[in-house]
């Protein structure tokens, strides 16, 4: 990881920090934070002198593009595109300048404006029609010309509609309500009513009515004849508005088929314009020159030279490896590289956190490792490969890449194992077992579990010494329990407990104890030790009392965990006897009953209980001793991770 | 058996943060204090602002930022009341929330009516969150209230506010205000309704008072302020039923003079808030009586949703107490200078 300071003038700024964007290689961190940390330091010389003289003036670069209201069109229009069945194709080009995507949206956007308020219109015209039609329905049994009851002297005719909970307020009111209100039809929330107010104290009535938050539907005056008359005119009316809006409505889709194109481009112009704009606010800027500072992977050094290449040396850039940097606030964050079969497993790392810059990724040996217990505890051909099916269809069918490329090795890894165990679906007469049949040894698997278990945690061990020299700690990487002490420690136990055992004594049992105790004692007096080799003035930082009680549980704790520890390793022997026992169970389950329908149903039944059960409580089980036996030897996870501002063009 | 999973979770974490709540001697140490630097001192080093107010430089911080911190601690503690919650009681605490949000939006409908600058807007706003179910800076872009109201479409709250679009003036405004706090009762209720019965209850009971004392808020300020007609006012009611019955709002409405008024309260718990005539007075007495009526639920202690809810206004008040003691603060400071 490399931190880049980036100079340049102005008015290249936008374009740079588009480009970058596209290119999707760099994190910005906050520019001002790294001048003032003396990270960048540009050189004195002559070709530098502008850009130096303007440090004086430097202030945080204020971002003043406004397209708060351009995004909500936007979004708009791309909702209105989704209406219409269109196939989506990557844009071809960007609109780079602001301006130039504002004006371009502000056209297509006004086209669009006018017909969807064409449509909206219509549609409102259409709902106060069916209103009316509603109120006339009311009056349908009135032989009486509307226009006379409209027109009546001292009555006004009302016809408005309201929420459902203002009209109950209406009605507990209606004693001081000079109106006769009589409600024509009720519809999920709302009520529509009609009112006969006296003209002498219609304004009065119209107040309340208003505060009542009543919309009033205009009685049309333009009819003549009675309600039943007019509530067949409206209806036609109705249907006539109705074609009217279907036919502005097809206006408006072959006006989006024809522009859809130019829309795509606009969201994506103004997406690039968001991103940007996400560098930007993280830079400083004097009136003539920008400072932009970033994370940039080395991997990705190359593909940033070539697009500065396009801007003819105007631009300064001050590269510095994450070592030569002072400023240790600004963490480095940690990018993974994993080739495509260990990439799955990184979200098994992730959920416990990101590996901290410098530290060795732990991906490759948890893939490797979490594969062989996996497949040590569930070997099986059949269920193996049902399980690669599921991980296959998860990754290519419902989109779960990481689950299902898990899903896909671990299986490979149980049909491998099936085969060594001589199994498919929990049938042990189908094959031979190439290397051992788990039931008929069972002392032998046990070991075997951990033995292994022990080589791993060896690894571990050799994992997190390796990790603690690279963050040049001492006193836990050489004095420390999981450091280089807690190791031989652990090498001498193996050794007592493997010459014990064969009867073999190498060395006599006093040395022994006298090697355990110096080991015990190097790690109960790590933090002096590391002290003195550092050449610090204390010996103690908290103080001695409290260090000691501390240090001494944690030489008892040493104790413990490593042997729990070890002996944690054995459930994958103990799950792999488990997978044959939870068989045999259903099996002879299926062998009492005397259908040979029901005992096939039974089987099956039994495999997909033991691939869902058995297969999650292996999985848990698994991770269980990466996370917990494993990683807390060697991973301390935590970094952050690498986010590059990227413009995803789909 | 039910309700204690539902709810044992979320009760224990909120006793152990009313435990850190400010006690009454710190809020006496806190009006004595000068100004608005040693009150900041006070709750960095002596109550659990502590942790929210660790990076902050004592000299540097003022009076905006400091409500602004206070308001972001608050929304980062009431998100996490969400993750305790899945089904129809996640719904009620997000919705819960847009009671503030609507304190918001009338922060920008009043500041574009009056013309205020896109600034001194975002400066008023208090509670942007992830809870939002409105887009501020969209609303903030826009050049007056109409657009406003237009962009809210499809939000819960346009149809409550699409009458006023063609006509807005100053006492629309208020009208506008009373229609939105409608919509929050409205949206609870429904809410409520969701829940099993005794929930429900416990709602009511919390939701009822508060329409309660808004309604006495709005009478009170409409008769005397605005001199709106009492048709009208009733309205305005959020009608509830929960100690005033529809008669006795109706009288309220239609009562003569604050004479009239305060009688008709006066057997009601909220008769003390109205004793004095004088609206800081009445401000003051109706954040007391809403704290010792959440208190009071709180100190109950049942298993169910009245514990979050009650816990959810109390600490807003918390809240608030420091903001008018600092704004207090701001004031008296300017008299000495």
Redo the contacts between chains.
Sequence with gaps: MNMVNIVGIIPDFDRLTKMLAIDGCMQPVNALQEINSSNFALKTSEDNIEMLKNLNYIKPYLYEN?Y??S??HVEELVGALKTIDIRVSPPKEIIFDFDDSEKELSFVYNKYAVLNKQIEESEKGEQSLKNTFVALEFLKNVSIPLEEIINMKNFKLGLYKV?E??M???K??YE??SSIIESVYREKGFVIFISYTPILLLT?TE??FK???C?NIQVPKHYIGTAKDIAASVHDEINVMKQSTWKVRIELNVFLRENHKIIEKIESSYELEQKSAEIKKSAACTNEFFYLSGWIPKSFMESFNKLLLSFDNRILIITKDTNERNNKAIIPPTMFINNNIFKPFESMVLMYGVPSYGEIDPTMFLAITYTMMFGAMFGDVGQGLVLVLAGFLLKNKWGRINLGGVFEILGLSSIVFGFLYGSVFGSEYVINAILIRPMEHINDILIAAIVFGCGFLILGFILGIINSIRKKDIEQGVFGKEGIAGFMFYIGVLILIVSLVSKNPLLPIAVWMIYFIFFLLLILLKQPLANILLGKDILFEDGAKDYFVEASFEVIETLLSMFSNTISFIRVGAFALNHVGLFVAFSAMASMTKSGFASVMILILGNIIIICLEGLIVFIQGLRLQYYELFSKYYEGGGVTFKPVRIRLK | MGSIVKFAAVNSKIKAIIGKSISREQYFKLQKCKDIKSIVKILKDETNYKKILEHCIIEKVNRVNLEMILHKNYISIYSKFINYFNGEYRKLIKILFIRWEIEDLKVIIRGKYLGDSKRQIENKIAFRSSLNTI?Y??L???KNVEDIID?LKGSIYY??LK?FIKDIGGKNLF?IET?LD?VYF?SIRKKLNHLDNENKEVGYRITGMEADLLNLGWIYRGKTFYKI????L????I?NGFKFS?RKL?KLC?ANDMVEFYNLIEKTPYAYIYENDDLACIEKREREFQKKYYKKILRENRNDISMVMSYIMFYMIEVRDIISIIEQKKYTGGISK
Excluded: G, H, Q, W
């Design positions: 406004d708060n209201t995004l909500k929420s909970e203002n109950v307020k209406l507990a009111n001081n309500i009065e107040r309340i505060s009542a938050n919309e | 887009n800076d969209y903030i872009a826009l962009a149809n409550s009458i009208r229609e409608f409205m007609p009492p048709e009208e009733f309205n305005y009611i009608y529809k109706i239609y």
